[in-house]
């Protein structure tokens, strides 16, 4: 069974850097691209980056574009998502996805595996 398992969630003051790390199991990782979204206490879950497996083309949404930098490490299983100069409305529930794809349709994204999220708690 696919596996998703998050983790570097925290609280960290505006301006600041986390890392957070996504290990996958349970599947062909390398087959596979990994996306996060996030939820926000009241908005609707949103996609936020998505690396591919083909190729590792990286999509992000524009509201974190160039704060935000997503890479993966087949030999480890494993993405990561790097976000620096974070901002309160980054504040949200990050989830690692997948929709079993080779390639990110990020604009109409619907993934179908989903880790059980990691906490951002960005204060301003």
């Known amino acids: 069974e696919e596996q998703l398992v998050e983790s570097g969630g925290g609280f960290v003051q505006a301006g600041g850097s986390l890392r957070l790390s996504c290990a996958a199991s349970?599947?062909?990782?390398?087959?596979?691209?990994i996306g996060w979204f996030r939820e926000a206490p009241g908005k609707e879950r949103e996609g936020v980056s998505c690396?591919?497996?083909?190729?590792?083309?990286?999509y992000y949404a524009e509201f974190v574009e160039g704060r935000f930098t997503i890479s993966r490490d087949n030999g480890k299983n494993t993405v990561y998502l790097q976000m620096n100069n974070l901002k309160f409305e980054d504040t949200a529930v990050y989830f690692c996805?997948?929709?079993?794809?080779?390639?990110?349709?990020?604009?109409?994204?619907?993934?179908?595996?989903w880790g059980q999220g990691t906490q951002v708690t960005v204060s301003s």
């Open positions: 690396i591919s497996s083909s190729d590792g083309t990286t």
């Open positions: 996805v997948t929709d079993l794809q080779k390639d990110c349709n990020f604009n109409a994204y619907d993934p179908v595996r």
């Open positions: 349970g599947f062909t990782f390398d087959d596979y691209a």
